[in-house]
C-alpha cells in the first residue's frame, strides 16, 4: 500500500511538472510573438532616418519564472549547469533542463514502483532516466568541440597567414570568423565583436575559452596572452602551436584505433545481458518469471542492473585515453 501511495504521487508530481513546462513553453511562443509584433509596429512607425540600437547585453536569467530565477542564481549547481549549456550550444535555460530531470525521474520512478512494487529498484530507474537530459547535454558538448578541434589546426594557419600578410590582431580574427567552417567561424566572431565592443584582448580570449572546452583553444589563448606580455613573434608562436596540434590528433588517432578492441568489448559485455535476457524470456518464460515476481529476483535486476552502469563507466574510463 505505501508503495502504491508513493508512486501515485511521483506520477501526480510528473504530470504537475509536465503541465508547468508546456505552459511555460505556450507562454513564451506567446510572448514571443507578441515581441514580433511590435517590432513590426515599432519599424512601421519609425523614421527611414532612424538607427535602431540593438541590445548588448546578454540574457544570463536560468529560468522564465523570476522567483526560481533567483534561487537558480544563488545555487553553484544551477551556475555549472548554464556554463554546460553554453559549452554545449544548447539554447535551453537551466531551469527547463532541471525540470525534464525532474519530469523523467518522477515518471520512471512511478512506473516501476507500480510494475515491480520494489522501492531502491524505482529509485534506480528514476535517477537512470533522470540522467538522460544531463549526459545528452554532455553529448552535444562533447560532439561540439570535437568538430571545433577538427577545424581548429585550419584555422589556426589562416590566423598565422593573415598576421604574417600584415593584418592587425581583430582582422585576422574578423578573417578567421569569415572563412573558417561554422563552428570555429562562430566563436571567432563573437571574440571579434567583443573586442570591437572595447573589450580587452585578454578578456574575450578567456572568454571564447569558457564558451568551448577545449585543449586546443587554450594552447592557443596561452600562447597568445604570453606573447602580448612578453613579446615576440606570434605568427612562428602559432604556427609551431598548429604543428603540435596536429601532432596530438595524429597520436590521438593512433590510441583509438589501438582502443578499438576494447571498446568493442566494452559495448558487447553490455549488451550481452540485455540479449540473453530477451532470448531466455522467449524460450523459457517460466524461466525469467521467477526474477519478476520473487522478490529475490527483483533485488537481483536491481544489483545485475547498478553492477552493468557502474561495469559500462568502469570500461569507459579505461579505454578513454587522454592525449
Excluded: C
Excluded at 112 to 134: C, E, F, K, N, R
Amino acid at each position: 500500500m505505501t508503495v502504491i501511495a508513493i508512486a501515485s504521487a511521483a506520477a501526480f508530481l510528473a504530470v504537475i511538472l509536465l503541465i508547468w513546462w508546456i505552459y511555460g513553453a505556450f507562454a513564451r511562443a506567446t510572448s514571443e510573438s507578441a515581441r514580433s509584433v511590435q517590432t513590426r509596429l515599432d519599424a512601421l512607425g519609425r523614421r527611414s532616418d532612424a538607427v535602431p540600437y540593438p541590445s548588448l547585453l546578454r540574457d544570463e536569467s536560468l529560468s522564465e519564472i523570476p522567483t526560481l530565477d533567483r534561487l537558480l542564481h544563488q545555487s553553484n549547481l544551477a551556475r555549472r549547469l548554464d556554463l554546460l549549456l553554453r559549452q554545449a550550444d544548447v539554447k535551453m535555460r537551466v531551469g527547463v533542463l532541471l525540470l525534464m530531470i525532474l519530469v523523467l525521474a518522477a515518471a520512471a520512478f512511478a512506473i516501476v514502483s507500480w510494475i515491480t512494487g520494489h522501492v531502491p529498484l524505482a529509485i534506480a530507474a528514476g535517477v537512470l532516466l533522470g540522467a538522460i537530459p544531463y549526459w545528452w547535454v554532455k553529448r552535444k558538448k562533447a560532439i561540439r568541440v570535437r568538430k571545433f578541434e577538427g577545424s581548429f589546426p585550419d584555422a589556426l594557419d589562416l590566423f598565422v597567414n593573415a598576421l604574417r600578410a600584415g593584418y592587425a590582431f581583430s582582422g585576422a580574427m574578423s578573417m578567421v570568423s569569415e572563412e573558417a567552417p561554422s563552428t570555429v567561424a562562430k566563436e571567432f566572431g563573437i571574440a571579434f565583436e567583443e573586442h570591437e565592443l572595447g573589450l580587452e584582448t585578454k578578456d574575450t580570449l578567456l572568454n571564447m575559452v569558457e564558451r568551448v572546452d577545449s585543449l586546443d583553444l587554450k594552447l592557443f589563448v596561452t600562447a597568445i596572452v604570453i606573447q602580448r606580455e612578453t613579446g615576440g613573434n606570434l605568427a612562428e608562436v602559432l604556427d609551431k602551436i598548429s604543428y603540435v596540434i596536429r601532432e596530438r590528433f595524429r597520436i590521438l588517432g593512433e590510441v583509438r584505433a589501438y582502443s578499438a578492441q576494447g571498446r568493442f568489448s566494452g559495448m558487447v559485455l553490455g549488451l550481452l545481458p540485455i540479449i540473453m535476457a530477451i532470448v531466455f524470456t522467449v524460450i523459457v518464460p517460466e524461466y525469467m518469471a521467477t526474477l519478476i515476481t520473487d522478490p529475490a529476483g527483483k533485488l537481483l535486476i536491481g544489483i545485475a542492473i547498478v553492477l552493468q552502469v557502474l561495469g559500462f563507466f568502469a570500461i569507459r574510463r579505461i579505454v578513454d585515453v587522454k592525449v
